[in-house]
């Protein structure tokens, strides 16, 4: 696999030209002190990282320089001071100093200069420095923007081209898409180039496999961003996801916190952030001994019996048959077949953990609707609320609680809450656009 950050020589050559046609520093001691703060050190080793960017997915469209922004997207490259909180056009939380107030600090280029250093460098600079870029970062009064900055747009810029050409390669059929198999293979290309993703495929006990941990990590790529099995090479450059995959930080000798799978309890930091990332190479083992231990059967699908004993009581027997009728599959086994085994497999579990761990999300909507649309008529009318409260009712009054709610009342509060554009209908819309998909 190639690299997917920019070649050190033409970083180099990058940083010697913009610094050689720079306009000087009026104060040598003042540049002297700020060289600690802005350089382009972050840059080189950093990879793919955070960073300022719109997110859309598009070379041409990295708003480096707007104000506020902040970058979790896998077009956002290179860990060279874009991220964080403000990124380089906010105050310098080193320095306490702003951009405009850096700019009389350090070397600065205006776009004439900039254009020198492009035609000293054609190949690393000149390709990516146009006028439209230029315009997109935050300039100074004078129209000056520091060398430091212009280097770390450059470097991401070449980094975000580097890692959509590595996705092109495995969209082979030119459709600009990849399938599952495709997905899974870009993953697999990972292990072993990216340090977080070191234990996989070592050959020791304890070693992770590359097709456990490309299943696992690709499904929640697809997931996200993909449709009918398809995932879109635009969409996941855009992708926060494939930015926390890429930006995963290496595993450290400290016990790594346990991911606590559970339908309403995951485990979080004090941010309310879950505590260890789905691309983690330990959550891929712990994924698979969870579904491991609930499939009863040992044909490896989990019925309904296996889905309510993963739930601890909090689903209710008509939700988890739902899940199954719509997202359940059969297997490929002829034994099993003759059978008529069915349920969900490992992938299918997968998506059932994060469509329930995301459910306020488009893509958890996205997986719960067919399962609430009893009658698969694109809506919910009062009669169908009013059977699924029901059953969650009859586990309520299991346990002795909520005896006192009504049916009607609840239903009514529903609809309230959804606030329907026809008040004897909710559909899927209506939840997307309330934001009541809960």
Excluded at 192 to 198: D, E, K, M, N
Excluded at 272 to 297: C, H, I, M, Y
Aim: glycine share 10%.
């Amino acid at each position: 696999m190639d690299q997917l950050t920019p070649d050190e020589a033409d970083l180099d050559a990058t940083w010697e030209a913009l610094h050689t046609c720079a306009a000087p520093a009026p104060d040598p001691s003042a540049a002297a002190a700020m060289s600690s703060v802005l350089t382009k050190e972050p840059c080189r080793s950093a990879g793919l990282a955070r960073g300022s960017g719109t997110g859309d997915g598009d070379v041409n469209d990295g708003d480096y320089g707007t104000s506020g922004s902040h970058g979790n997207s896998a077009s956002n490259v290179c860990d060279g001071g874009g991220g964080g909180s403000g990124g380089i056009i906010e105050r310098n939380s080193s320095a306490g100093l702003t951009l405009f107030e850096q700019a009389s600090l350090v070397p600065c280029l205006d776009y004439r200069q900039a254009c020198q250093a492009a035609a000293k460098c054609p190949t690393a600079l000149g390709p990516h420095l146009s006028a439209m870029a230029w315009l997109r970062l935050r300039r100074g009064p004078s129209g000056a923007v520091p060398v430091s900055h212009v280097y770390d747009y450059m470097a991401r810029r070449a980094a975000m081209l580097q890692l959509r050409q590595h996705l092109q390669r495995y969209g082979v059929d030119g459709r600009g898409a990849l399938t599952t198999s495709q997905m899974e293979g870009f993953v697999a290309s990972l292990c072993g180039h990216l340090p977080s993703l070191a234990p996989v495929g070592r050959g020791a006990p304890g070693g992770i496999s590359v097709e456990l941990y490309a299943t696992v990590a690709a499904r929640k790529l697809l997931f996200f961003h993909g449709r009918s099995g398809w995932v879109r090479i635009k969409d996941l450059m855009a992708s926060p996801n494939l930015a926390e995959l890429l930006q995963l930080p290496p595993p450290c000798a400290d016990p790594e916190p346990q991911l606590h799978l559970v339908p309403d309890a995951p485990a979080t930091d004090r941010e309310g952030n879950t505590e260890e990332s789905w691309f983690a190479p330990q959550t891929a083992v712990r994924l698979k001994a969870l579904f491991q231990s609930l499939d009863s059967r040992g044909c490896a699908r989990l019925g309904q019996q296996d889905l309510l004993q993963f739930s601890g009581a909090g689903f209710t027997p008509l939700f988890v048959a739902r899940v199954l009728e719509e997202h359940g599959r059969g297997t490929s086994s002829p034994a099993a077949a003759a059978q008529q085994i069915s349920g969900l497999d490992f992938p299918g579990f997968l998506d059932f953990l994060l469509a329930w761990e995301h459910r306020k999300s488009a893509a958890g909507l996205r997986y719960l609707w067919p399962v609430l649309d009893l009658r698969r008529r694109g809506f919910l009318d009062r009669d169908d609320i009013a059977v699924l409260f029901r059953e969650v009712k009859a586990l309520w009054l299991a346990r002795g609680q909520y005896a006192e709610l009504r049916v009607s009342d609840v239903t009514n509060e529903v609809f309230d809450l959804a606030a329907p554009a026809r008040s004897d209908r909710i559909t899927r819309a209506d939840l997307a656009r309330g934001g009541a998909a809960y």
